[in-house]
């Protein structure tokens, strides 16, 4: 099978997620922010917000964003395992980034959701580095770091 000859690769560029009204007023908005901006370094689309109605986040290039809207009807629900990745270019960046999730778990256990750091190895090739972590969002977010052997 064959697809289109495209000049370069497509990237994934967005997820979006719809969410309760109420978790996107000015104080959901300021946790989802606060989470999001320590553990990811995810920043604001100021002039996209809108009050208990939008909320963007850009996560390190204007291409790729996580995307929070309002619904009125049921939001959005997901299984505990119902994830979006992230990879991270060094193990450095992988620990540091597993090491500020753990720190928020161990500050509000009960709204963090946390899977422990782990790795797969396929031998002679590849370890590959994963952590879960879920904050007033539907979907965990799963960051990985793949280690060539």
């Not at 289109?4 to 690769?9: D, G, I, M, N, V």
């Not at 997820?15 to 989802?32: K, T, Y």
């Not at 500020?100 to 500050?107: G, L, N």
Request: charged share 25%; proline share 6%.
């Amino acid at each position: 099978m064959t697809g289109p000859a495209f000049a370069k690769p497509p990237r994934l560029n967005h997820v979006a997620l719809s969410l309760a009204p109420a978790e996107l007023d000015a104080d959901g908005r300021a946790a989802i922010l606060a989470f999001y901006g320590d553990v990811f370094g995810f920043e604001e689309y100021t002039q996209l917000t809108e009050d208990r109605r939008r909320l963007v986040l850009r996560a390190h290039t204007h291409e790729q964003f996580v995307f929070l809207v309002a619904s009125d009807d049921p939001p959005m629900t997901a299984q505990r395992m119902d994830h979006f990745g992230l990879s991270v270019a060094t193990l450095a960046d992988f620990e540091e980034v597993a090491h500020r999730a753990a720190a928020w778990k161990e500050c509000e256990p009960d709204d963090v959701d946390l899977i422990e750091p782990t790795f797969e190895e396929y031998v002679g090739a590849l370890r590959l580095h994963s952590f879960y972590v879920r904050y007033r969002l539907p979907l965990m977010v799963e960051t990985q770091h793949f280690e060539y052997l």
